[in-house]
């Protein structure tokens, strides 16, 4: 978390690395609690049955949930080389499945740590982060003259206009950080003076416009 925001991965992504004829394939995903992180593991495992290894790595809520495995590898070259990764990559709430295809080549126990790491953090700069915050979204139901002044102006005030309902008036459905939800109520306010409201209908997370 930083600022009320929470920085984690923008989406799913795969990497693939080769070391010494090994083929070594991360895949990373955002996930928000545990369960979603094991569906995950388990999809992979399943994805991955004729693999050597499938090692996995899962950092939740800032570390307070985390867990990895060395899948078969000896201890302490896969599974927290892997964790490391996530917890150095300045996100939280993501889970990494590196699959392991054996090449026939030994790697010793400092090869397999640069190698998982390696994946695991080609995976993670693939996918890429993103600061994500709570949105308050709102109805806003106002005459179609008043339509136009509104919609030309959402946009320098950094507020998204996620869609309008047409019929004897006009409903726009709006977004803005929570923090901000004042300039939103109070723009309307203003601009219809006082006949039209921004209605608070929900909160959804979504991607900051402010980088991590």
């Known amino acids: 978390m930083s600022d009320g925001r929470r920085i984690t991965l923008r989406g799913a992504a795969v990497a693939e690395i080769e070391e010494k004829r090994s083929v070594f394939i991360a895949y990373a995903a955002p996930v928000r609690n545990e369960d979603e992180a094991h569906a995950i593991i388990e999809e ?8 050597t290894h499938n090692v996995w790595a899962y950092y939740i809520d800032g ?3 985390a867990r990895c495995s060395d899948d078969g590898e000896p201890q302490g070259t896969a599974g927290m080389p892997t964790l490391n ?9 993501m889970c990494v499945v590196v699959t392991r295809y054996f090449g026939g080549t030994l790697l010793g126990a400092g090869g397999l740590v640069r190698a998982y790491s390696a994946a695991a953090k080609a995976a ?15 109805d806003i139901h106002l005459s ?9 102006q959402l946009p320098t005030l950094g ?3 996620d869609g309008a309902d047409f ?13 901000r939800a004042d300039v939103l109520t109070s723009f309307v306010r203003e601009l219809t ?15 900051s416009a402010v980088q991590p």
């Open 44 to 51: 992979k495992k399943k994805e991955y049955a004729d693999a």
């Open 63 to 65: 570390g307070a949930r």
């Open 85 to 93: 990764v996530l917890k150095m990559s300045g996100g939280t709430d």
């Open 124 to 138: 993670i700069e693939k996918a890429g982060l993103a600061a994500c915050e709570q949105f308050e979204l709102f």
């Open 144 to 152: 179609y003259s008043d339509y136009g002044k509104l919609t030309s």
């Open 159 to 161: 507020i998204s206009e």
């Open 167 to 179: 019929g004897e008036d006009v409903c726009v459905h709006a977004a803005i950080e929570k923090s």
């Open 193 to 207: 003076n006082g006949k039209s409201e921004a209605v608070s209908v929900g909160f959804e997370e979504r991607p």
